[in-house]
């Protein structure tokens, strides 16, 4: 993946509202997540639940559909597509 695509993704991120960046970093840090970030996955999966659970009050009583978030999903796949370098520099823009 050539670096324009990386900053097309990373333009996507930041155009993303805060409750929809949290729902991404939770998929990126989900157990089932095929990236291969650097970071401690659990620890950031637990900062980031409770971040959302603050900002949403659904986010708390509901089980998250990620497929109700398609833009949330498409990000995610274009993520997966990476290799580790840039999914770890897309990351830190989560």
Same mark, same amino acid.
């Given at each position: ?39 401690? @996955? @659990? ?52």
């Amino acid at each position: 993946m050539n670096d324009e695509k990386l900053n097309y993704v990373i333009d996507m991120i930041k155009d993303m509202d805060l409750e929809n960046k949290l729902r991404l970093a939770i998929c990126m840090c989900d157990n089932y997540s095929h990236t291969n970030l650097e970071y401690d @996955k @659990k620890e950031m999966y637990k900062q980031f639940d409770n971040l959302l659970k603050e900002i949403n009050i659904d986010y708390r009583t509901t089980t998250v559909n990620f497929a109700n978030y398609p833009y949330t999903i498409f990000v995610s796949s274009k993520i997966m597509e990476m290799d580790s370098a840039q999914q770890n520099k897309v990351y830190l823009i989560v």
